[in-house]
Antibody
Framework: EVQLVQSGAEVKKPGESLKISCKGS????????IAWVRQMPGKGLEWMGM????????RYSPSFQGQVTISADKSISTAYLQWSSLKASDTAIYYC??????????WGQGIHVTVSS | ETVMTQSPATLSVSPGERATISCRAS??????LAWYQQKPGQAPRLLIY???TRATGIPARFSGSGSGTEFTLTISSLQSEDFAVYYC?????????FGQGTKLEIK
C-alpha cells in the first residue's frame, strides 16, 4: 500500500527555522517526484514545488522560489520542506503528494504549521 | 503563469441531482488537467486526470471532459459523500497551478 506519512504539527515563532518531513512507503520512492502543496487557512491549494527523489532535481513555483527549500534523502525515503526564517504568513497546512505522470495520486495527511509570536 | 478559474465558487444541489463544475485555463493546457476532491479536515483526493480518466477507485458517476482551455467535471447523481470542495489543476505549463476551488453544498 502506497503511503506518505508526514511529521507532526508545528508551532513556531517568527524568525525561527523549520524542517518538515514526508516519508514514503509501499512503492519505489526514488522513481517519483514528490510535490509540496500549501493550503492557507480557509483557502485553496497552491503548488509550491517538487523534487525528483532519484537525482534531487528540484523545481520551485516562482511564488515560493527563495522562500523555502525542498530536499530529499532517498536512503530513508523521505522528502523535506524547510524554512530558514518563518513569517506569520507561513501559517498553513502543508501537504506532500506523489506525482505520478504529473498527477498527484497519493497525498500525505498534511502538517499544520502555526507561526505566531 | 497559467491561471485556472473555476465556476461557480459555490454550487447548491440536491442529492440525486447532477452537478457540473467548470474550469477555464488562461492558456491552453491541452488535456493535462486533473480534478481533486477535498473534504473538511482531509487531504485532497485525485478524481480525474488527463481531463477525462477516472483515478483508481473513483465511482463512474464522476466524469470529466474538455481540452485546451475549457474543462468540466460532472457528478451525475449526487450522493451525500460528494458534498465537498473540488479543485482543477493543470500540469501542462510550469508552474503547475490549481483553480480556486468550488464548494459543492447540499441544497
Amino acid at each position: 500500500e502506497v503511503q506518505l506519512v508526514q511529521s507532526g504539527a508545528e508551532v513556531k515563532k517568527p524568525g525561527e527555522s523549520l524542517k518538515i518531513s514526508c516519508k514514503g512507503s509501499g512503492y519505489s520512492f526514488t522513481n517519483y517526484w514528490i510535490a509540496w502543496v500549501r493550503q492557507m487557512p480557509g483557502k485553496g491549494l497552491e503548488w509550491m514545488g517538487m523534487i525528483y527523489v532519484g537525482d534531487s532535481d528540484t523545481r520551485y513555483s516562482p511564488s515560493f522560489q527563495g522562500q523555502v527549500t525542498i530536499s530529499a534523502d532517498k536512503s530513508i525515503s523521505t522528502a523535506y520542506l524547510q524554512w530558514s526564517s518563518l513569517k506569520a504568513s507561513d501559517t498553513a497546512i502543508y501537504y506532500c503528494a506523489r506525482q505520478n505522470d504529473f498527477r498527484l495520486d497519493y497525498w500525505g495527511q498534511g502538517i499544520h504549521v502555526t507561526v505566531s509570536s | 503563469e497559467t491561471v485556472m478559474t473555476q465556476s461557480p465558487a459555490t454550487l447548491s444541489v440536491s442529492p440525486g441531482e447532477r452537478a457540473t463544475i467548470s474550469c477555464r485555463a488562461s492558456q491552453s493546457v491541452d488535456g493535462n488537467l486533473a480534478w481533486y476532491q477535498q473534504k473538511p479536515g482531509q487531504a485532497p483526493r485525485l478524481l480525474i486526470y488527463g481531463a477525462s480518466t477516472r483515478a483508481t477507485g473513483i465511482p463512474a458517476r464522476f466524469s470529466g471532459s474538455g481540452s485546451g482551455t475549457e474543462f468540466t467535471l460532472t457528478i451525475s447523481s449526487l450522493q451525500s459523500e460528494d458534498f465537498a470542495v473540488y479543485y482543477c489543476q493543470q500540469y501542462s505549463n510550469w508552474p503547475y497551478s490549481f483553480g480556486q476551488g468550488t464548494k459543492l453544498e447540499i441544497k
